[in-house]
C-alpha cells in the first residue's frame, strides 16, 4: 500500500518551500548560492537560485513522495520512498515497482539520486505553481534483454543499471521539464523533442543532449 500523505501535509509542504527556500531545490547540486545558467524560455518560470546548506538541509529532512504514472500499464502511485532520514522500505519497494522493465516484468533497486531528482522537481512544481500531476513514466528500469530490443537504446545504457527514467507531463512543455531537470546538473539529460516527446534524465556523467 502506498504511503499517501493528505491535504494538510501538502499545503504544509508548500507553504514551506515558497517562504523558506523559494526556487531553491537544486541541493543535488555542487552547494552553495549561484546563478542558474539557465534562461526561461517559455512561461513558467524556472528556479533561480539554489539553496544554500541550511536550506537544503530542511528541505531533504522532510518526507520524500513521488507522484509517478506508468504509460505502459496505467498504473499511479504516490509513494513516500523517504522519512525520518531513512530508507521507507515499503514505499521504497513500491517506486521499484512502478519504475520496472514491464516488458520483461523485472524490477531492480533504482538509484536513490534519481528518485530525490524526480522528488525535488514536483516538490519545486508543487511549491512554486501549485503543480500536483503525475509524472507520465514511458521507460525506467530495463533488463539487458529489453535494453537490446529497445530502438535507439545505448548498449551501456543506464537504465540497465537502475539510474535513468525516461518520461513527460501531459500538460507540460517537455523542454521546460528538460531545463528543470538540467538546472540540478546531478547526470545526463535528454531532450526527446520530437514525436516521442519525452526527457531522459540519469545520474550518470553531467551531459545534455538533443533530438527534435
Known amino acids: 500500500m502506498a504511503d499517501t500523505p493528505g491535504h494538510a501535509l501538502l499545503l504544509k509542504r508548500r507553504q514551506f518551500l515558497v517562504a523558506g527556500i523559494g526556487a531553491g531545490l537544486t541541493a543535488l547540486a555542487a552547494g552553495g548560492t549561484q546563478a542558474n545558467p539557465l534562461s526561461k524560455?517559455?512561461?513558467l518560470a524556472l528556479p533561480t537560485h539554489y539553496a544554500d546548506a541550511a536550506q537544503a538541509e530542511a528541505f531533504w529532512a522532510q518526507p520524500?513522495?513521488?507522484?509517478l504514472t506508468r504509460a505502459a500499464t496505467g498504473e499511479h502511485?504516490?509513494?513516500c520512498f523517504w522519512r525520518d532520514g531513512a530508507v521507507v522500505p515499503g514505499g521504497y519497494r513500491e517506486v521499484c515497482h512502478v519504475l520496472r522493465d514491464v516488458r520483461g516484468q523485472q524490477a531492480t533497486a533504482m538509484d536513490l539520486r534519481l528518485?530525490?531528482?524526480?522528488?525535488?522537481?514536483q516538490s519545486w512544481l508543487y511549491a512554486v505553481h501549485?503543480?500536483?500531476?503525475?509524472y507520465l513514466v514511458t521507460s525506467g528500469y530495463r533488463s539487458e534483454h529489453t535494453n537490446a530490443n529497445t530502438e535507439g537504446a545505448a548498449k551501456n545504457s543506464l537504465h540497465v543499471k537502475g539510474m535513468a527514467v525516461d518520461g513527460r507531463y501531459a500538460n507540460l512543455p517537455?523542454?521546460?521539464v528538460g531545463k528543470f531537470l538540467a538546472s540540478y546538473r546531478a547526470g545526463g539529460v535528454g531532450f526527446y523533442l520530437d514525436r516521442r516527446n519525452f526527457i531522459h534524465t540519469d545520474v550518470g556523467k553531467v551531459r545534455f543532449w538533443s533530438t527534435k
Open 115 to 121: 528518485l530525490n531528482m524526480l522528488f525535488g522537481m
Open 77 to 79: 502511485r504516490r509513494v
Open 174 to 176: 517537455a523542454e521546460f
Open 41 to 43: 524560455r517559455t512561461g
Open 130 to 134: 501549485g503543480f500536483d500531476e503525475p
Open 64 to 67: 520524500r513522495v513521488v507522484n
